[in-house]
């Protein structure tokens, strides 16, 4: 019999021989290992001489989450930038301690001055690139002067290009086109040069400058470093501005940071099944409203119909955009009893209830704050003989929030009972009259599980808690909901933005820091596609490009009548679809996933403000430590794998030539760790 204790001693011996054998040299290897391979963290320098172009590439960063470090150039008691203060060691390690370095121009500290010396060798060092934020046309940054086949001077409405470098390149995400905003004859907006390149130097993006084209942006790679050069001035607002900006970090970054980006828009339809009240051009108000005189018995309601409903769908599948159906059912039975016991809007709308999202708006739209006294203008809280302030209950609030959602499961209509949108945002603080929360609001939601409740952005911007809900700020529309024709919507918007000369109510010139008179009222028969649909296209577009996910809410009457509504939508999404590649697709998400998205960003901002977050990248390997709970915002490129406790998975989501996801260790872990591709 072969004994089987003497050959597992013999081969046990043989494997601890065979690991001493690989030991020392496998030391002598990862020592070197440690000496060759530096640690880069994942951390921009931001040197900010308080010009636009510095700030708006600063605003990129902090809104999609990259962690920087910002000097201001102009003070006395900023840091010096030299070797100690940009690299160090760590556990014998190299390491760099910024990712990427952001210049207001390629050399601001002067001409020979130590600090760009002790850049320059960093960059070189450590592979670090550098973006050269907004500089003009010469040989030092890769270009000819533009006295040779260049230009210098105004870019207001230059159709500039996405060049095929730029698109195989960091600028992949989009359609090509980059037009420069001309958004007045008036007021000059963009001024820059463009220059031929040299060697070395790549354009990402050119326009046509006589016969043939220049470089507005581009790589320049000299001396062992690169620059991103960027000759014309922007600020982050402007639409040209802000289609480059993504890959202006991702070029920074080399693909590689904390942060993530999406392009959002939801549109939210309040008052669905609900009729809204009517704006009186005569009396200049809307009858019905406390404060509309002499509008006694002239109401009217603007209410969509069947054939509205039936082209809401239509509409739904030829854009392939969804809205959220944000309804009011008891105002919706109430108009039923009133006009002979059928609606077939209801119907309809009902029929195609599963081509919608649907949010809960309470059953009858009631106001939730304090009991109102509408003998006063404005209104004012009522109080009771003690003097204290008179509020809705509890039992009241939770019951139109309870009614409405078990209407909604009896007809088939599939919605999630956590998302909130309560009638004028009401129970919420209205300042100035209503200063604080309804006390009995938070309970009330408590009661029906509502942890998303929507707010209005142009008042509270941020998100905040109301008990054990979370806010979700909601950008109004300039589309009123008290129109429902394209003439009442020209003739309001002539009513407050005209001057009182032309016929307006002179808030404009009441108020100059908030709004500016037309310079002539608006026709009525052709302003409000001419005019109005343009500017709000414009302003809703540029919340899609800033990474902001907040919704935007507009009411059923602009899906009535003339539907005016949807000249917007079409504008913004047609417009969208031009400016960026099938791979950057508009994210239309829900309520929730909105409120989870800005409760993420701000516990996220909290940990990075407090020094909670440690990432750097080590070769191909990415790693992140965050504090326990708090996810990470962590942007890659394609092909990139999450370490799991076994093996490994293919990392986040992909969007805009990139992946990136909110993540965290996997089980057993204490730290992401990422694989790049090699």
């Not at 065979?18 to 880069?40: G, H, Y």
């Not at 130590?114 to 010469?138: C, F, K, N, P, S």
């Not at 790549?202 to 326009?207: E, K, V």
């Not at 990415?622 to 370490?643: F, I, M, N, S, W």
């Amino acid at each position: 019999m072969v004994n089987k204790n003497r050959m597992n001693r013999a081969a046990a011996a043989w494997a601890v021989a065979a690991l001493v054998s690989v030991a020392v040299p496998a030391s002598a290897a990862a020592a070197a290992e440690t000496a060759a391979v530096p640690r880069i963290d994942l951390k921009v320098l931001v040197v900010d001489d308080g010009g636009s172009s510095i700030d708006a590439i600063t605003a990129e960063l902090r809104d999609t989450g990259v962690p920087y470090t910002r000097i201001e150039l102009g003070s006395g008691n900023r840091p010096v930038i030299n070797a100690g203060f940009l690299s160090d060691t760590v556990d014998g390690r190299p390491r760099a301690k910024f990712q990427g370095v952001v210049l207001p121009s390629e050399n601001p500290f002067g001409e020979g001055s130590a600090e760009m010396a002790a850049l320059a060798a960093y960059e070189t060092a450590y592979g670090i690139r550098q973006v050269d934020a907004y500089t003009w046309a010469h040989p030092g940054v890769g270009l000819e002067y533009t006295d040779n086949g260049g230009y210098a001077g105004q870019l207001d409405g230059t159709r500039a290009a996405i060049t095929p470098a730029g698109k195989a390149g960091p600028f992949g995400y989009l359609g090509g086109e980059v037009t420069f905003e001309d958004n007045s004859a008036l007021i000059p907006e963009s001024f820059g040069f463009m220059g031929q390149p040299r060697p070395g130097y790549t354009s990402y993006l050119d326009a046509p400058v006589g016969a043939g084209r220049a470089s507005l942006l581009g790589e320049y790679v000299h001396d062992g470093r690169s620059e991103l050069v960027v000759t014309f001035g922007y600020n982050q607002y402007q639409r040209q501005y802000r289609l480059l900006a993504r890959g202006i970090v991702d070029w920074l970054t080399q693909g590689v940071h904390l942060g993530q980006g999406r392009n959002y828009f939801a549109v939210h339809v309040d008052d669905v099944f609900a009729p809204d009240a009517r704006w009186n051009s005569e009396l200049n108000c809307t009858p019905g409203d406390y404060a509309c005189a002499g509008g006694e018995g002239k109401e009217s309601t603007i209410r969509m119909t069947a054939a509205d409903a039936q082209y809401a769908a239509q509409w739904q599948q030829a854009k392939g955009f969804k809205l959220d159906m944000v309804f009011n059912a008891g105002a919706g039975e109430e108009w039923k009893t009133e006009n002979g016991g059928t609606d077939a809007m209801t119907a309809q709308l009902l029929a195609d209830r599963a081509k919608y999202r649907w949010i809960n708006h309470t059953y009858k739209h009631p106001f939730l704050g304090c009991v109102q006294n509408t003998a006063t203008a404005p209104w004012s809280c009522a109080k009771n003989t003690q003097g204290a302030t008179q509020w809705m209950s509890r039992a009241e609030i939770a019951a139109q929030i309870r009614d409405n959602h078990n209407w909604a499961v009896r007809k088939g209509i599939s919605l999630d009972r956590t998302e909130l949108v309560t009638g004028e945002h009401s129970g919420l603080k209205t300042l100035p009259q209503q200063p604080q929360d309804n006390p009995n609001l938070a309970g009330a939601l408590a009661d029906n599980g509502v942890r998303w409740i929507a707010s209005d952005n142009s008042r509270e911007p941020a998100q905040r808690g109301v008990g054990t809900a979370l806010t979700v700020p909601r950008h109004p529309m300039n589309v009123y909901y008290n129109t429902g024709t394209n003439a009442e919507m020209a003739d309001e918007y002539n009513w407050i933005y005209a001057s009182r000369a032309d016929g307006g109510s002179g808030i404009c010139e009441d108020n100059p820091g908030t709004s500016t008179c037309l310079p002539e009222p608006l026709d009525p028969a052709t302003g409000y596609l001419t005019y109005i649909v343009p500017q709000e296209a414009r302003t809703a577009l540029r919340h899609v490009l800033a990474n902001d996910p907040r919704p935007h809410y507009v009411h059923q009457s602009n899906l009535a009548e003339d539907r005016t509504l949807y000249p917007v939508l079409d504008q913004v999404l047609d417009t969208y679809r031009t400016l960026y590649a099938a791979n950057t697709p508009v994210v239309n998400q829900s309520q929730k996933d909105t409120g989870t998205e800005l409760q993420r960003r701000a516990a996220w901002d909290k940990a990075l403000a407090e020094g909670k977050v440690t990432a750097y990248r080590i070769g191909t390997t990415v790693t992140v430590k965050a504090p326990t709970g708090v996810l990470a915002p962590l942007t890659a490129p394609e092909g990139t794998r999450k370490q799991l406790l076994l093996g490994t998975a293919v990392y986040g989501a992909a969007y805009a030539g990139t992946r990136s996801a909110w993540t965290g260790p996997e089980v057993l872990q204490s730290a992401i760790t990422l694989k790049l591709p090699s």
